[in-house]
């Protein structure tokens, strides 16, 4: 009987030998892995702490980490879901660092947006990445587009807007539906995962 | 209203919002529970499909900087290998040779270890990504380590390491035989040595100490600063430490201040992190541990309190902090030919006189300028620039957003002309160095730091050229001057820390004396065509700042 591997297999195989050549002390190997990781764990820290210069930074040292204590990790296992794990511990000791100083508090909206951190459920093993790719692939083609221009091309709304032929309003109001919309997509496919784990 | 909000929060995810209607959608959010969780919602997820559909361009510019810091940072964990590592390097030096080298990147080796329990940043100068611009020629090697910044009664033995007249120490032994003298690292550590005693410079944040007394100091920016001896490795976490090595190698670590991380260099070398008012001894029985001894950190010479750069140096210095009117004033003391006051009235190309923006705006103290593209100032300038391969710094706060056009400038400050030309500003060359972190260039030449100023807030930056005034044929380690190269002298500073290098690129500096030099009758504030971003506190100082200097102007805007 033959065996066939799909996408996710295959990019298993060259991950762990990605891993392995890097334990072996291959450094471009782990540039390889960055590339592969590096949009998921960014979107992660995003869904966890939604401060733009702090996802950069916490994802930043999530992989320098991952890189000092390559030699702890398991080949075989999940190796996204790992630092998924890092990132979620430099978030905390972020978030903890960030509410002791005073200064920070002042910026509302930002602080707002680390103490929504706090009570955040989002756990590391969760996969939600991962439902969030699932959801956009499901998305209208027309959504698709106003998503790619705004995050992908990075044009203006009023670009946007003379681009798709609608006003400004339009769009706004529309990437915030999109958005809205994603947002309760991921969270159904989570209860449907929890239901099926029973 | 609810679509007015709507539109709102997502103007200002977009960053397209009026810093006005920014003030008024903070009072509506601290006031309205389902608009404070729409707009924290929101963010989750346009944070998250931000990061999820980056352009290819985004990812390789994140996984450099990762890389950078990779190799900029060795691996803590392994901390017996990684003094090995230190030992081994010392072996090769002292047999002849070179420490391996991997392919592209070259390793120094480690210079500074990081964390044990605190985060502890860490870094090494050079780990550089040479680019092929000079065939032949070795990766960069920074010609200066620290400079001898103080000395009461020093008397040094025949073969010591000599500093430039400026006090400029390269790498090598310094032979104290009597009196003080305090050195001060690249990296901002200072070491007070007490005479007789042999003290060996290796790196930016590391030295040796063979035997003889030394307090260190070591800033926060400093922090991971290294001192081994023949049986003991010593790294700072926090802020001071005595440390006395006797002609057997027997060595004592006293903490005065702040946390040490100490560890044997033979048998037991697990390492402990000893705090304030506790000292250890590591003597010569291969399977001793370090012993607790009596703190005497009391009877250690500490380095002397450091006089601010601005009494010492003669500086430009431009706060932009005027209310209205056409000028600028220069601020500064004692620069010659100056004050440099600037005008923002200049020529068009037409020849007429028009009013140049930079506009002016809120800065990190008082106000700054903020640059479009095609904006510049034209300063007229001090000789100093002029002065081919005499040495100066600047240090500016800018501010650039995460986007910028394509098209647009990236040096801040340029002066001179055709192959002539400094520019100071930040790296756009993918391959260079990481993309977005401060640059230099003069010509062909260049160095690329490691940090990614591209976030939309303000940032302090220094560029500190050591140019080579006052270097004599007796100077450190050379029968002949040396040629001063812009990936060798320049040293980058970000927020008050000595940057790593990520990229390089050799060419030689202009001298005066070599029958040419750097035409800088202007220097251009916003560089030749405009750099987009937002300066403040601008200076420019006569000589090689030394990296407290760089701390000093940096904490002088800190709250």
């Known amino acids: 009987m033959e065996n066939h591997l799909n996408q996710n297999d295959v990019q298993e195989i060259e991950e762990d030998d990605l891993i392995c050549a890097v334990q072996a002390g291959d450094l471009a190997a782990f540039e390889q892995l960055i590339h592969l990781h590096s949009s998921r764990v960014r979107a992660f820290v995003s869904m966890r702490l939604p401060v733009s210069h702090l996802v950069d930074e916490i994802a930043h040292e999530a992989f320098v980490f991952a890189y000092r204590h390559m030699d702890d990790f398991t080949v075989g296992s999940n190796f996204g879901a790992w630092l998924r794990a890092i990132a979620n511990n430099l978030v905390r000791a972020e978030v903890l660092r960030y509410s002791r100083s005073v200064k920070n508090q002042q910026n509302y909206l930002e602080h707002c947006l680390v103490e929504s951190s706090q009570d955040q459920g989002l756990k590391p093993e969760s996969p939600m990445v991962l439902y969030l790719e699932e959801c956009l692939g499901d998305l209208p083609e027309g959504q698709r587009e106003l998503l790619q221009r705004r995050y992908k091309l990075s044009e203006s709304t009023r670009d946007m807007a003379q681009g798709m032929d609608q006003s400004e309003a339009w769009v706004r109001t529309t990437l915030c539906r999109v958005r809205r919309a994603l947002r309760a997509c991921v969270e159904h496919k989570q209860e449907v995962s929890t239901v099926a784990r029973g | ?559």
């Open chain 2, 1 to 559: 209203m609810e679509d007015e909000n709507t539109e709102r929060l997502d103007a200002f995810l977009a960053r397209e919002l009026p810093q006005g209607d920014v003030v008024a959608l903070e009072a509506q959010i601290r006031a309205d529970d389902s608009l404070r969780e729409a707009f924290i919602e929101q963010s989750r997820m346009d944070a998250a499909l931000s990061s999820l559909m980056q352009e290819q361009q985004g990812v390789q510019a994140f996984a450099e900087g990762v890389m950078a810091s990779v190799q900029a940072r060795p691996e803590r964990s392994l901390a017996k290998s990684v003094l090995s590592e230190i030992l081994d390097e010392r072996e090769a030096s002292l047999r002849g040779h070179q420490p391996k080298r991997f392919d592209w990147w070259v390793w120094s080796k480690t210079a500074a270890i990081a964390a044990v329990a605190a985060a502890v940043t860490v870094w090494i100068l050079q780990s550089v990504q040479m680019d092929s611009g000079q065939e032949g020629r070795a990766a960069p090697t920074p010609k200066f380590l620290a400079r001898l910044s103080a000395g009461d009664g020093a008397v040094w033995g025949e073969d010591s390491l000599q500093a430039r007249e400026d006090g400029w120490l390269g790498a090598g032994r310094l032979d104290l035989r009597s009196g003080l003298a305090e050195v001060t690292f690249g990296s901002g550590a200072r070491v007070m040595l007490e005479g007789p005693a042999v003290f060996d410079l290796e790196q930016m944040n590391r030295g040796f100490l063979k035997r003889g007394r030394l307090t260190a100091e070591v800033p926060l920016p400093a922090s991971g600063f290294v001192i081994n001896t023949p049986l003991m490795n010593v790294i700072d976490i926090g802020t001071r430490f005595g440390l006395t090595v006797k002609n057997s190698g027997v060595s004592e670590v006293h903490v005065m201040q702040g946390l040490v991380e100490v560890s044997r260099t033979r048998g037991r070398a697990v390492p402990i992190v000893l705090r304030e008012g506790l000292a250890v001894l590591a003597d010569r029985r291969p399977q001793s541990r370090l012993k607790p001894i009596v703190y005497a950190g009391h009877d250690y010479v500490l380095p002397e309190q450091e006089a601010s750069i601005l009494a010492t140096s003669d500086y430009l210095h431009y706060g932009f902090d005027e209310v209205g009117g056409a000028e600028i004033d220069d601020t500064g003391l004692g620069m010659a030919g100056g004050p440099f006051d600037i005008s923002l009235l200049s020529e068009s190309e037409s020849g007429d006189v028009v009013r140049a923006s930079p506009k002016r705006t809120a800065g990190v103290v008082g106000r700054a300028l903020a640059f479009d593209k095609g904006q510049r100032l034209k300063v007229n300038s001090p000789d100093l620039l002029a002065g081919g391969t005499r040495p100066w710094s600047m240090a500016l706060w800018i501010k650039i957003q995460a986007k910028t056009s394509e098209d647009g400038e990236q040096a801040m400050i340029s002066w001179g002309k055709e192959e002539a030309i400094w520019k100071l500003g930040w790296n756009k060359a993918v391959g260079a160095g990481v993309e977005g972190a401060l640059r230099a260039d003069f010509g062909s030449g260049h160095v690329v730091a490691a940090t990614d100023l591209r976030d939309g807030r303000w940032h302090h930056v220094a560029i500190v050229f050591i140019g080579d005034e006052g270097y004599g044929a007796s100077a450190v380690g050379n029968s002949a001057r040396d040629l001063v190269d812009v990936s060798t002298h320049v040293r980058l500073y970000v927020d008050g820390r000595l940057e790593a290098l990520s990229g390089a690129r050799s060419n030689t500096v202009l001298s005066v004396e070599g029958g040419s030099s750097v035409d800088a009758s202007q220097f251009y504030l916003g560089g030749a065509a405009g750099f987009e971003g937002w300066l403040d506190e601008f200076y420019l100082l006569e000589g090689a700042a030394p990296s407290s200097a760089v701390l000093e102007l940096y904490e002088l805007a800190l709250p």
